[in-house]
């Protein structure tokens, strides 16, 4: 969760300005017969900059950012020997998992059935662990005495992957979880996708495991293969969100669109939380691809329907995601971790969590807690952050950040209060800024009346 599990193919711009990974890397996306590297099929990206041709294309790892977490780089016309394919082949089947997930799961049935006092967990492997490998990992930190409550809270057990350039898995802190099962319960579904958010799909289970009446069921697609070791093949699919691969082939994905399948008419919803240095592009291909899987389970079922989405992410992305999907809207909800030292509720000003929940159901739907402070405006027919207030120019509450916005009237629009309009500029923006000029264009082309996304140079990608 929040986001999710490896922070993807290069940063996300901050303000969503161009979607570009850091450098001037253009991502042209999946293509077929791409070559792989441990975290499947690597992306095709081009090397841009403003106002000259386009560059030399490569491919490089979907997940890792950081070289020095995956070095897979392949120029795309490049003749690789067969030599080193070999070798490549060698070095993927070394780097996956020492135990299949099929393993994992008996691995399971076994450990719940040793009494408590030699149940183990090895804390530097991220393993439980059965009293024949004690002796393996002797010098190891470990805990012991483990309990059914914590197996059926792994998110809790397991340390959080934080570094922030491969890893960056920050957990929902208990009040925001709580209140997405919730709201999906009184939504009326009942399944749930659990795309990277492990802390909902564990929530779901222990429920689903205790209490006799409850309906709802999930199936968590994470990157994070030590989840493995808890989840039945039913209920977990090793999967990057950034290239749609399932790393358990056709199998994992057929267990998906199994689930996908509404059996008795229960309504499924997906409910995702990215690493927020994901590549806005790449997460919203495979997203419709989940999308589509959606549609083709039930033929004719869904017509022209999407299938009911919340994309957890920063309100400072909200343009990139309303490009890929016109049809969402941004939720004032403010979401928050219980490992992120700034994603926490109750701050105030800029200290408030800028997590917001994009959906693609009506707004009036997505009731938020009064008791946050969140109130309806009539006007918006949507609930909305108590700073928020309506702006009758605008005719629309427009803050995105939790504080009283204010309109600019040369700007035509409302702006955060710190911003005051820049002549030099003409348009607002921090009072210390630096003027920048206003007739940039493209960061392809160098043209000016459209952004690198929609550049006509790279169409033809």
Not at 154 to 166: A, D, I, M
Not at 324 to 348: C, E, R
Request: net charge neutral; aromatic share 12%; proline share 4%.
């Amino acid at each position: 969760e929040g986001g999710g599990d490896m922070a993807a193919g290069g940063a996300g711009d901050r303000e969503g300005r161009c979607g570009a990974a850091a450098g001037g890397l253009a991502l042209l996306g999946l293509a077929p017969g791409a070559p792989s590297c441990p975290h499947g099929p690597a992306l095709l990206f081009v090397k841009t900059s403003q106002g000259k041709e386009e560059g030399r294309r490569f491919y490089a790892c979907s997940a890792c950012r950081d070289r020095k977490d995956c070095n897979f780089f392949q120029w795309e016309d490049e003749k690789v020997s067969e030599t080193r394919l070999a070798a490549r082949e060698e070095y993927n089947r070394n780097h996956q998992p020492f135990f299949t997930h099929r393993q994992n799961v008996e691995r399971y049935k076994n450990f719940v059935l040793l009494p408590l006092s030699k149940r183990r967990f090895c804390q530097e492997c991220q393993q439980l662990l059965l009293p024949d490998e004690w002796e393996k990992h002797s010098d190891h930190q470990f805990l012991c005495d483990i309990s059914t409550a914590q197996l059926k809270s792994p998110s809790r057990l397991l340390y959080p992957l934080e570094n922030k350039k491969t890893n960056a898995q920050y957990l929902f802190a208990d009040r925001s979880c709580q209140f997405l099962l919730d709201l999906i319960i009184d939504l009326g579904f009942r399944r749930v996708l659990s795309v990277g958010t492990p802390r909902l799909h564990e929530i779901i289970q222990s429920k689903a495991s205790q209490e006799e009446d409850f309906r709802v069921r999930s199936l968590l697609l994470d990157i994070d293969f030590r989840y493995s070791q808890f989840y039945a093949e039913d209920e977990f699919c090793h999967y990057n969100m950034f290239n749609h691969y399932f790393f358990g082939g056709e199998a994992a994905r057929e267990t998906c669109r199994k689930f996908l399948y509404q059996h008795n008419g229960e309504r499924v919803i997906m409910v995702t939380d990215p690493p927020f240095g994901g590549l806005v592009e790449a997460l919203a291909s495979s997203f419709k691809k989940l999308m589509a899987m959606w549609k083709e389970a039930e033929e004719g079922g869904h017509n022209s329907q999407e299938m009911p989405t919340f994309w957890i992410f920063p309100y400072f992305f909200e343009s990139r995601i309303l490009e890929f999907f016109p049809s969402f809207s941004m939720m004032d909800y403010q979401v928050d971790y219980d490992n992120h030292a700034l994603y926490k509720h109750g701050k105030t000003g800029r200290r408030q969590s800028p997590v917001r929940i994009f959906t693609n159901l009506t707004p009036s739907m997505i009731v938020l807690p009064v008791e946050e402070g969140y109130r309806f405006c009539t006007m918006c027919q949507r609930y909305v952050s108590s700073g928020n207030q309506h702006c009758e120019i605008c005719n629309s509450c427009t803050s995105k950040d939790g504080r009283q916005w204010k309109h600019c009237v040369l700007c035509k629009k409302c702006v955060k209060p710190s911003w005051f309009h820049c002549s030099n500029c003409n348009c607002c923006a921090l009072r210390n800024h630096t003027c920048e000029k206003t007739d940039a264009g493209c960061f392809v082309c160098g043209k000016a009346g459209h952004k690198r996304s929609t550049c006509p140079s790279l169409s033809h990608a």
